[in-house]
């Protein structure tokens, strides 16, 4: 089935700690994104990539990096330097300018 | 940036009632997407409609582009629709579709 997977599903972070949150898709999209939600919010746009070894800060990109060394693959980093990482993390791609397609997210929550 | 204002915030009704869900814009945009966000964290793009009108089995939506606003029209709720409706707008920036999401309609359907 073609979809998008993340990686791993509850995750917890000691205070100093640098984390990865895995995100695959297998729907040939050349768009990808990084987005967190808070509780009782929307989406926030962290960083996206358009395409293979480029990507853009979105709104809320201190704290966190990002590659895109493989189409299929968009990792995100929260560093030591997010001081406030605990959220719901949703990764989307997309073709084009048309529908987003999102995973079944990350809880991180910082110990 | 655009501002994406969704009204109203919360929404309780019992089952078998319609609803309306307005989603209003500060600009012109190239796209627009309604989510449905379960209470599990997974959103499900309901529709891709930056402009007219579309509809799929109980739900369809009108997107009025020209006076900046859009409604998803829910008949015969049931309590699957419980859940936070999304509305995020974007355009065309470098090729890759930037949405913004406003902060949702919590909608609770008692059986």
């Known amino acids: 089935d073609g979809g998008i997977t993340q990686s791993p599903k509850y995750l917890f972070r000691k205070e100093g700690q640098n984390v990865t949150l895995s995100c695959e898709q297998n729907?040939?999209?050349?768009?990808m994104y990084w987005y967190r939600q808070d509780p009782g919010q929307g989406l926030r746009l962290i960083y996206y990539?358009?395409?293979?070894?480029?990507?853009q800060k979105g709104d809320i990109a201190e704290g966190y990096s990002v590659s895109r060394e493989k189409k299929e693959s968009f990792p995100l980093t929260v560093t030591s330097a997010q001081k406030n990482p605990t959220a719901f993390y949703l990764c989307?791609?997309?073709?084009?300018?048309?529908?987003?397609?999102f995973g079944p997210g990350t809880r991180l929550t910082v110990l | 940036g655009i501002q994406v204002e969704q009204s109203p915030p919360d929404l309780i009704l019992q089952e078998g009632a319609n609803s309306t869900l307005r989603c209003n814009f500060s600009?012109?945009?190239?796209?627009l997407q309604w989510f449905h966000q379960n209470p599990w964290g997974q959103l499900i793009n309901l529709f891709y409609?930056?402009?007219g009108t579309k509809q799929n089995g109980r739900l369809s939506a009108t997107t009025v582009a020209t006076e900046r606003y859009s409604l998803l029209y829910i008949s015969s709720s049931q309590t699957t629709d419980s859940g936070v409706y999304f509305c995020?707008?974007?355009?065309?920036?470098?090729?890759?579709?930037?949405?913004?999401f406003g902060r949702g309609t919590s909608l609770i359907v008692h059986p």
């Open positions: 990539s358009q395409i293979v070894n480029d990507f």
């Open positions: 729907l040939n999209h050349d768009a």
């Open positions: 600009d012109s945009v190239n796209n």
């Open positions: 409609i930056p402009s």
């Open positions: 989307a791609s997309s073709v084009g300018t048309d529908t987003q397609y």
């Open positions: 995020a707008v974007g355009g065309a920036s470098g090729g890759s579709y930037i949405p913004t």
